[in-house]
């Protein structure tokens, strides 16, 4: 019989195709379904299996600072597993009963505060006696309870964000997920303090804002910045961004919402222990120079710097304004994940302490901002240098014997510094050449830009010739500000490329 006439179907590229039947493949079962393609590679239960596995080695990593003895102390500073966790339950009496502001001086923000409280009372529920008068071992073991409870909270916060970042990342979802989920400072610096629950939360407005939800947004920044005074300098640059699209009721209703959030949260605490909510703002106002700051180096260095507060102010300030100038230089509006990177760096350059978990503020931005494997490994590698570094300078390890200067605390400080201020100016120079921007070179324009997303231009300075001419040479041109349709602009040039890929499910 004669063979019936075949037509060949083409094939999708996106779909995973099956394999050759190899006589090794038929042994274990045959080959790959049409179905068994990069989603159950690249899918969402395998970010989470690995956001799992970098946890499981921060506790490993952590578990060599457990005391269970209160005779036998453990160094935590030398052993580089320090965590404040246990050391503030016992120190600031929590161990004995005491309420967080109350009648425990705390010096962290309210919800971090209650966060804390709450870990507190769960570990009230779960058999532990906190009283006055326990023998050592008895805070001993209440104060691991705790720990123990803490770390599984914090835990739930860190999948939050790598789950939020999924949803972020746009058709780059995969490496801006993964770069937070196996990222090298969360397994070292994860369980230093609480600060991954002020890190989810901003993740979480960042998210809201993304989805086209201001008033959302706003609750969720008021309670990042009751949890953590760094992300209200996100707000800035979101108003500059708002305003060159004309977009300022967005922001406002924002605002108003994050204002409204972060007083609710506030006011119990403030009306129940004025002083207990002051402490906060009073500890960080008369703080010194402190570990990890270039201010502190200079001190070491015998150049000490009087009134560093005022000096890291004016830097700030300063630097703001060339962040302002960026926004609206910019030949495109820059994308929200990059302006928020650079003000948090910018704020973490210039801030007179440096303490190793705050690496994880910056670390879910730098994968918005810019999610490329070299700038993650750069930005990891300096930020554990300094992590090994801060801890031999504390344990007296780094010091040399003839009781020169510790140059290697030093040089891990600037090494940190310079490293920030490299993926500043990477960041910055994409925002001024858009057409580089890897995120966008998928034709996209800010997957969390919310209602910027594909929003006209309104408002631009631009360098522009005489002429009005955007050709015309650099020397011949003046800064102009104005609407951008009278500005002569040509049309936006197209993406360099555009690659398929799976939008996140």
């Known amino acids: 019989m004669a063979s019936m006439p075949t037509a060949s179907v083409p094939t999708d590229p996106r779909v995973a195709q099956p394999a050759s039947s190899h006589p090794l493949l038929r042994r274990i079962g045959g080959p790959m379904g049409t179905h068994a393609g990069s989603r159950l590679i690249l899918g969402p239960a395998v970010l989470l299996l690995l956001a799992t596995m970098s946890w499981l080695v921060l506790m490993v990593h952590q578990s060599s600072c457990r005391q269970t003895d209160p005779a036998k102390p453990v160094n935590a500073i030398a052993r580089m597993c320090y965590t404040d966790i246990p050391v503030l339950y016992q120190a600031r009496g929590l161990s004995e009963g005491k309420a967080v502001f109350v009648t425990a001086p705390f010096e962290y923000p309210v919800l ?54 999924r949803y972020m990342g746009g058709s780059r979802w995969w490496p801006t997920a993964l770069m937070v989920a196996v990222a090298p400072v969360v397994m070292a610096e994860g369980l230093i303090n609480w600060d991954l629950f002020a890190v989810a939360l901003t993740a979480a407005a960042l998210f809201a804002w993304a989805k086209k939800y201001p008033y959302v947004s706003g609750v969720f920044f008021g309670l990042a910045v009751a949890a953590k005074l760094y992300p209200v300098f996100i707000l800035g640059p979101l108003l500059l961004l708002c305003l060159r699209s004309r977009r300022v009721r967005d922001f406002v209703h924002l605002l108003v919402a994050a204002v409204v959030s972060w007083v609710l949260i506030n006011a119990p605490v403030f009306l129940a222990s004025p002083s207990g909510w002051l402490y906060f703002w009073q500890f960080n106002v008369d703080r010194g120079a402190d570990l990890g700051s270039i201010w502190y180096v200079l001190s070491l260095a015998g150049f000490p710097v009087s009134s560093p507060g005022v000096w890291s102010f004016l ?5 703001c304004l060339g962040i302002a100038a960026l926004v609206f230089l910019a030949p495109r509006r820059p994308r929200v994940g990059q302006v928020a990177f650079l003000v948090i760096a910018l704020f973490l350059v210039v801030n007179k302490v440096y303490s190793p978990q705050y690496a994880l503020w910056l670390l879910p931005l730098l994968a918005l901002a810019r999610p490329t494997w070299r700038e993650w490994a750069i ?40 490293a920030s201020a490299y ?40 360098l522009v010739g005489a002429s009005a001419s955007v050709d015309a040479p650099a020397a011949s041109r003046s800064v102009v500000y104005g609407p951008v349709e009278t500005l002569g602009d040509e049309p936006p040039a197209p993406p360099r490329r555009a690659l398929v890929d799976d939008p996140p499910a």
């Open 112 to 165: 971090t505060g209650g966060f804390v409280d709450v870990a507190r009372r769960i570990t009230d529920v779960l058999g532990v006696k906190a009283a006055p008068g326990l023998t050592g071992q008895e805070i001993l073991s209440n104060a691991d309870i705790f720990y123990s409870v803490c770390a599984v909270m914090l835990f739930g916060c860190f999948i939050a964000i790598v789950v939020l970042h």
């Open 315 to 319: 830097l700030m300030f300063l630097g």
């Open 379 to 418: 930005f990891n590698g300096a930020e554990l240098l300094y992590y090994f570094a801060i801890w031999g300078h504390l344990a007296g390890t780094l010091h040399p014997g003839d009781g020169s200067p510790d140059g290697v605390y030093w040089a891990a400080v600037f090494l940190r510094i310079g």
């Open 423 to 462: 993926l500043m100016a990477v960041v910055a120079t994409d925002m001024l050449h858009p057409e580089e921007d890897i995120v966008r070179e998928d034709g996209v324009d800010d997957p969390i830009g919310g209602v910027l997303d594909g929003a006209s231009e309104a408002w631009s300075l631009r």
